[in-house]
């Protein structure tokens, strides 16, 4: 696309870790980004981007960008590198890869998350590397395993119902989330629904700024969900508001969890959530009783230790009340699940070793600090850590004493470990030991590069090719390059290309181009691709799936579980050890689980997204960090003066896993008993505390993980705040 002679147009697709993955536009002048803006004509984006992306062209110019690999020189962390050619690079990265593979692959963890979602800079090519390896899996839990969890047992995958039609619900009920933040494009939705006179309902522990501008907020304590959500099926049940049809033909377990319902009458929740009792009713009865009713429902619920559950349990009841006849009811907390992904041919899981039934083991994410402090030395020995699982996913078998495996080597991409992952001080130290070898792929210097042996400058979403799904709405979005690299900044899947010939690999899939990569992603034959061409997708940018946005595709029923149903009662859990039936399982860090704890660092501590960051990702693009201001940390008034603490205050907010630096705002928006963090801050741009190094949020957060699917607990975390001299 042209507009003028000296400038382009090109179509990308936004890479982050967002529900609305929108179509961009960007022009370019020479090999400069002039402008990013939304796609007018892809009806998700509808031509509106969210201030972060708006600013792409300052962080893809920005004079911070890796332009050439680097070699430490220095001592670890100590942030010395001198530059080499990439031939150098591959030749001496490849040659220790391939000594520690020598004496165990699984010495090798590859460890990559969100930082761009697409099928080819994701996890396609790299991969198919590590899986020909026989590296270690990884286990990605960080974010969203426990949702998922508690998803794939009621409904069978993350499907829901269709973003474009909140803005006809009459009752919306904002679950754990903040979509003012973290999805604008449902938010705008949400908008033209209050204009129509829905009511819009948040259930959030913190009066974010969505909360703001609901009609209700309802501040439960974090980690309560699952006790409101039983407590809500209770006064359903009780005062009969329920789509007993609905249920008959398209639920099963409604005994079963009739049952436990009657155990949490409203006053038993109110209790234990802190809401009002009467706050409990009257939400119960508007859900029986507004129609169409739907629940925006997103990962806040899902960071604690019942996080599964607590999804189970929300998820029973669009289901009891019917809420999936309209077009604009029922539930949505990620539309993955409707992409015909064909994860075997994209990542070619049969390249390892011993597929499918053997497979190296699995390396879970959260808990990398727990991985990394086994030591070499370890190798042999089988006493277990929790550091290590089976895979959730594949349901395959690891080797036996596998979780004794000492991490030789950390392969970084797509992620930063040391700012994102739980418990720092632990993570750091794992980071920090002479004996592991890193190499970290990255954009900017991180906090995780700074403890790199090798870090590779890798394009940007401007730089490469590529092909996106959803986890917001139902089309596929397209990334063509904009400009050429920056420096000598090389695409992921060329870097892992050239690392495979390096090493003297010899699978013809790991040298497939980025295009080939991408169509492997899907299979083509599927229903819901019927229409879209390869070419008519490269031309337009974009490509709804083939469903019908105007009808509830669950309205009938036919949900991917075993029996078609909404499984109300999964009884394959009793398997895994438990419960069936959901129930609300008390925080870890909660006085019914750890009283100790609970009076030693009575806050609760929560840390979700702040507005203008992305995770850590723009924490350094100046005009983002001034909005954003400084790492802060929000109290009611009542817990400040408790504590003899005044609003603008520095204060350190601790446990004993670590600390960290904030500025104290004091406002109701909190509620009684928790502290908020909004977040991710880089570790050295937060203050330190006597002198120390800066740290963030996950100085104090902790390795615990879910109950089901085995996640990251970020807002499962009790800590207490005293002023900072
Ligand atoms: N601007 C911006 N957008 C982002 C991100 C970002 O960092 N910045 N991150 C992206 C990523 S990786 C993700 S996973 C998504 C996350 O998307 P969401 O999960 O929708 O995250 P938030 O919008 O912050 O909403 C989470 C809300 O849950 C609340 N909460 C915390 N604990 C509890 C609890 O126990 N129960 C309930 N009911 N609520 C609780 C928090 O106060 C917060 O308001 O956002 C994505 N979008
Ligand atoms: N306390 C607390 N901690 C949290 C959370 C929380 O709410 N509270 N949220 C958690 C959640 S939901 C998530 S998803 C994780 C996010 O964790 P991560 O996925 O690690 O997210 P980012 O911090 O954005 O780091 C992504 C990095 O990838 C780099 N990157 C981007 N594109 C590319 C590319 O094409 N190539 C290469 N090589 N690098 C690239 C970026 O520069 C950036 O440094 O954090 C988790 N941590
Ligand atoms: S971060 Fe989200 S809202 Fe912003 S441009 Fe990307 S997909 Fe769109
Ligand atoms: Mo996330």
């Not at 539309?335 to 994860?343: K, T």
Request: hydrophobic share 40%.
């Amino acid at each position: 696309m042209t507009t003028t002679e000296q400038e382009r147009t090109v179509r990308a697709a936004c890479p982050h870790d967002c529900p609305d993955t929108c179509a961009l536009r960007v022009t370019v002048s020479g090999n400069r980004v002039i402008r990013v803006e939304g796609d007018p004509d892809h009806p998700a984006t509808d031509g509106v981007l969210c201030t972060k992306v708006a600013r792409y062209a300052e962080r893809t110019h920005h004079p911070d960008r890796l332009t050439q690999p680097l070699r430490r020189v220095g001592p670890k962390g100590s942030g010395q590198f001198e530059p080499v050619s990439w031939a150098v690079a591959m030749a001496e990265i490849g040659q220790r890869l391939n000594q520690i593979a020598a004496r165990d692959p699984q010495r090798i963890v590859p460890y990559s998350y969100a930082g761009t979602m697409g099928f080819v800079q994701g996890d396609g090519l790299a991969q198919r590397f590590f899986h020909a390896l026989g590296a270690s899996r990884l286990d990605a839990t960080i974010c969203s395993a426990a949702g998922s969890n508690g998803l794939a047992s009621v409904h069978g995958k993350s499907i829901g119902m269709a973003v474009e039609q909140f803005e006809h619900s009459k009752l919306i009920l904002l679950w754990g989330t903040n979509p003012v933040t973290s999805s604008v494009h449902l938010w705008r939705r949400i908008q033209t629904a209050k204009r129509k006179g829905a009511v819009v309902v948040a259930i959030d522990p913190f009066e974010s700024d969505s909360a703001q501008k609901c009609d209700r907020w309802l501040a439960l304590r974090p980690g309560t969900d699952a006790a409101l959500a039983l407590a809500l099926i209770n006064v359903l049940i009780t005062e009969d508001l329920l789509d007993r049809d609905w249920i008959e033909q398209h639920t099963e377990g409604f005994e079963a969890l009739t049952e436990r319902a009657m155990q949490w009458p409203a006053a038993r929740a109110a209790e234990i959530c802190g809401v009002a009792e009467a706050d409990i009713v009257w939400l119960a009865r508007q859900w029986g009783s507004v129609r169409p009713a739907a629940i925006r429902v997103n990962y806040g619920v899902q960071r604690a230790r019942g996080g599964a559950d607590a999804v189970r349990a929300i998820a029973a009841l669009p289901a009891l009340a019917g809420a999936w006849r309209d077009a604009a009811g029922g539930m949505l907390l990620s539309s993955s699940g409707w992409f015909p992904v064909d994860v075997t041919g994209w990542q070619r899981p049969d390249l390892m070793p011993g597929w499918p039934d053997r497979l190296p083991r699995s390396v879970n994410m959260s808990a990398i600090g727990e991985a990394l402090a086994i030591p070499l030395e370890n190798a042999g020995a089988s006493t277990s850590v929790g550091s290590t699982s089976d895979s959730s996913t594949s349901g395959s078998s690891t080797s036996a004493g596998s979780a004794s495996i000492p991490v030789e080597a950390i392969v970084v991409w797509n992620a930063n470990p040391v700012a994102v992952a739980p418990d720092s001080e632990s993570v750091i130290r794992g980071f920090a030991r002479e004996d592991l070898f890193t190499v970290v792929l990255e954009h900017f210097q991180t906090d995780t590069a700074d403890w790199a042996d090798w870090v590779l400058p890798a394009t940007t979403q401007m730089e490469h090719f590529d092909l996106h799904k959803s986890y917001g709405h139902t089309s596929l979005v397209v990334n063509h390059p904009a400009i050429s690299p920056i420096g000598d900044a090389l695409p992921n899947s060329e870097i892992f290309r050239r690392l495979a010939r390096a090493m003297g690999l010899t699978e013809p899939a790991l040298f497939d181009d980025d295009q080939t990569v991408a169509r492997s992603a899907l299979d083509w034959s599927h229903p819901r691709l019927a229409g879209v061409t390869w070419e008519d997708l490269l031309e337009r940018g974009w490509a709804p799936l083939t469903m019908d946005p105007t009808v509830n595709p669950l309205a009938n029923g036919g949900f991917p579980t075993a029996s078609g149903r909404v499984q109300l009662v999964d009884s394959a859990l009793s398997v895994q050890g438990r419960d069936p039936v959901p129930d609300w399982q008390p925080p870890w860090e909660s006085a019914e689980v750890d009283p100790e704890r609970s009076a030693l660092y009575p806050l609760q501590l929560i840390s979700p997204p702040a507005r203008n960051f992305l995770n850590t990702t723009f924490v350094n693009v100046t005009s983002i960090r001034a909005r954003e201001g400084e790492p802060e940390c929000l109290l009611h008034p009542a817990d400040a003066t408790q504590r003899g603490l005044v609003e603008g205050a520095l204060v350190k907010v601790f446990n004993d896993r670590g600390a960290f630096a904030a500025r104290l705002r004091v406002t109701e928006r909190a509620r009684r008993g928790v502290a908020v963090a909004p977040s991710i801050w880089w570790h050295r741009d937060a203050p330190g505390i006597q002198g120390g190094p800066g740290r963030n949020v996950n100085a104090v957060t902790s390795q615990r993980l879910t109950e089901g699917g085995a996640g990251a607990t970020f807002y499962d975390c009790r800590v207490e705040v005293e002023a900072l001299a």
